[in-house]
Each structure stands twice: as structure tokens, then as C-alpha cells.
């Protein structure tokens, strides 16, 4: 009796994990120098139109920043969004706003509410991407919102990480690392650090 009850203990066991949500410690995050993935991938934007990063890349790179509508840590950290876009845009890189929250697509990261959310925290032109079953997360090795990733202009990642060292006061930043990356990557000067940790929530994937 004792062995028919363990075997059926395990056989749920087995059945669990196999339906629990993979996490991003499945996935390993590219390292330095890696190339883009998925770069032809079309994701719709909140405006309809469906993009890739190839084409929102600009001469010098693309910074692609993976994020949500209600992660605390985005929240404190978006309204660095448009001033980030506008310096990227400057520096001549493109940018990409990418939510790969797909086990919340239903509810507080569908499209309406992206719109909404974008609309509310000012995007402006931004694209915010969805990205269905977290595909480019997967490929990116992903692990929070937020959670970012600058290529230079052969696709080649040059910063991972954190968009400073301060989510809840920007006034009190010592380090800004994505805009010192930015500006760096411009003028052909060396970024360091080119690798920081990321620090957010996690992205809420699929169950499999």
C-alpha cells in the first residue's frame, strides 16, 4: 500500500513540475559580444503595425528593454523611458520597448492594457512590443522588468543589465549606466561597466 501511494505521490510530482511556469533561470542570458536573436521576429506594436528589431535598429544600434504595466520596479523606473529614447535617438540608436509577460497577456499586460499603460506614462512614438510566449525573452535569456539589452550597429551586444543604480529615486542616481552605454557606444569609447545586474521582477511566462 505504502509503495502504491509513493508511486502515485510521484507521478503528480512529475505532472507538477511539468506544468509549472518556466522561470529565466532556463534561459541563459547572452554575454557580451553575442549577436542579436530573432531580429526578423514581427511583434505588433500598441499602434497595430508589426515591427521587428532590424527595422527599429538606427546606424549606430538598438537598445531593446524588456518590461510590463505593473511591475514596481518598472514603475519607479519608466519615467526614465522618453529621456532614454530621446538620448538613444540622438546617439543614433533605436529603441524597443518589449513586453514578454505572456501568462499575463489576458489580463494586465493585454494589448488594451499596453495602450493604456503607454498612454498614461507618456511613450509618445516609443514601440511597445508584445512578445507572444516570450519567444524573444526565451532567446535573450531575459530574467526581469526591467531588464536591458544595447547592441551596437552590427548587432553585437555591448551592455546587459540595470538602466542605473537607483529604481526609485532619479535624482539620487550615481551611476548611469544605460545612458553612459549610449553615449559611449556613439563616440566608439569603451563601456564599462558593459555588465550589470538586472534587478525587477520576473517575467511572467507561459506555463509548458
Known amino acids: 500500500m505504502k509503495k502504491i501511494l509513493f508511486s502515485a505521490a510521484a507521478v503528480f510530482t512529475m505532472v507538477l513540475l511539468a506544468f509549472t511556469p518556466k522561470g529565466g533561470e532556463n534561459y541563459t542570458t547572452l554575454a557580451i559580444g553575442d549577436k542579436a536573436p530573432l531580429q526578423t521576429k514581427t511583434m505588433q506594436n500598441i499602434d497595430g503595425k508589426q515591427l521587428n528589431l532590424e527595422g527599429l535598429k538606427k546606424d549606430n544600434g538598438i537598445v531593446v528593454i524588456f518590461t510590463c504595466n505593473t511591475c514596481p520596479f518598472v514603475l519607479q523606473w519608466e519615467d526614465r523611458y522618453p529621456e532614454i529614447a530621446d538620448l538613444a535617438s540622438k546617439n543614433g540608436i533605436g529603441v524597443a520597448l518589449v513586453n514578454s509577460n505572456e501568462a499575463k497577456r489576458k489580463g494586465e499586460d493585454s494589448m488594451e492594457e499596453m495602450i493604456k499603460h503607454a498612454t498614461e506614462m507618456g511613450y509618445g512614438d516609443l514601440a511597445y512590443l508584445v512578445d507572444e510566449q516570450s519567444a524573444l525573452a526565451n532567446a535573450f535569456g531575459a530574467k526581469t522588468t526591467p531588464h536591458v539589452f544595447l547592441f551596437d ?56
Open 153 to 208: 550597429k552590427d548587432g553585437k551586444l555591448v551592455y546587459e543589465g540595470a538602466i542605473d543604480d537607483n529604481s526609485k529615486d532619479a535624482k539620487a542616481v550615481n551611476s548611469t549606466y544605460l545612458k553612459d552605454a549610449l553615449n559611449n557606444l556613439q563616440a566608439e569609447k569603451k563601456i564599462s561597466p558593459n555588465n550589470t545586474k538586472s534587478i525587477g521582477c520576473s517575467i511572467k511566462r507561459v506555463k509548458v
